[in-house]
């Protein structure tokens, strides 16, 4: 089993920047591509970014592309998103998870392994 506890969450202004961590541990970190989704208040879980184990493959919701960026220090089993120019509707609930498997999907049901999710709130 492998667990994930996400960080790095909290309030901040329009055009502020947040970078949230993933940190893995229960087993190696090895073979494992990493998402990130998001759930606002009265919405479904969405996509926003994954990356695969070797961090040579990225993607992107469209919605974030050009002011989020996703990486990995496998080293530190760790995982990270970058996020600027914070907009009001990036308000909500982020979760990382993980699958066991290099190429990194971006569909819920392609994870196995979820962490309980951490608050971003950005204030117009």
């Known amino acids: 089993q492998l667990q994930l506890v996400e960080s790095g969450g909290g309030l901040v202004q329009a055009g502020g920047s947040l970078r949230l961590s993933c940190v893995v541990s229960g087993r190696t970190f090895s073979g494992y591509a990493v998402g990130w989704f998001r759930q606002a208040p009265g919405k479904e879980r969405e996509f926003v970014a994954s990356i695969s184990w070797s961090g040579g493959t990225t993607y992107y919701a469209d919605s974030v592309k050009g002011r989020f960026t996703i990486s990995r220090d496998n080293a530190k089993n760790t995982v990270a998103l970058q996020m600027n120019s914070l907009k009001p509707e990036d308000t909500a609930v982020y979760f990382c998870?993980?699958?066991?498997?290099?190429?990194?999907?971006?569909?819920?049901?392609?994870?196995?392994?979820w962490g309980q999710g951490t608050q971003v709130t950005v204030s117009s």
């Open positions: 998870a993980a699958r066991r498997a290099n190429w990194p999907g971006t569909k819920e049901y392609e994870y196995d392994y």
